[in-house]
């Protein structure tokens, strides 16, 4: 198969694992095989049953604390792209906000409105305007602080939890069938050298 023709197959494996990943469901992979989505996939059914038999797989194994160290992570490594590329060219706060509220929840640790703020990493009028966007959508929550009535408290509704799971799970599910195939059956560097 020639590069061009290689990439080009690629490329329609990747579209085929991106539209199973965005209609799957955690423990339900097989779901997205019924009658209402098979048409999207009859171009490549082995990508089909190899991505649906994936998730199926890995989401048995995955755990909250699984879920949890997932979220960390990939807070964490938001962060640190700003070592190696230019900060003011990635703009996401409300993915960072619903990000650390997701960390804090699975801790039980109460979140500041200021401290939500400060984690979606923009100026404050920018992250509160972002976090009333989000409570309008029915996705974070905002209560009172008993001991200080000047001090709110924002978290993740029961509604944006169930959204963050479902997106943490899909999502590390596709990780492992992509990237943890790969590294399963990859030489270390390291012995690849001798």
């Not at 799971?165 to 990780?175: G, P």
Request: with cysteine; charged share 30%; proline share 5%.
């Amino acid at each position: 198969m020639s590069g061009r023709l290689a990439r080009r197959h690629d490329r329609g494996r990747r579209r085929a694992a991106l539209r199973l990943a965005n209609l799957a469901t955690p423990g339900d992979a097989s779901a997205i095989l019924d009658g209402s989505t098979a048409g999207e996939h009859a171009a490549a059914p082995e990508v089909t049953a190899s991505v649906a038999a994936s998730l199926d797989e890995c989401s048995s194994r995955i755990t909250a604390e699984a879920l949890l160290a997932f979220a960390r992570e990939t807070y964490a490594i938001r962060r640190r792209r700003d070592r190696h590329l230019p900060g003011d060219l990635f703009g996401e706060p409300t993915w960072d906000i619903l990000l650390d509220l997701y960390v804090a929840t699975r801790e039980n640790r109460p979140v500041p409105t200021t401290s939500a703020c400060i984690g979606a990493n923009v100026p404050p009028t920018t992250a509160l305007r972002w976090l009333r966007i989000l409570e309008a959508r029915g996705l974070v929550e905002r209560e009172e602080d008993n001991r200080d009535g000047r001090r709110t408290f924002v978290r993740l509704s029961a509604r944006g939890l169930a959204a963050m799971d479902d997106w943490l799970h899909v999502a590390l599910a596709m990780l492992d069938h992509s990237v943890g195939t790969v590294l399963r059956r990859s030489v270390p560097l390291a012995e690849a050298a001798e």
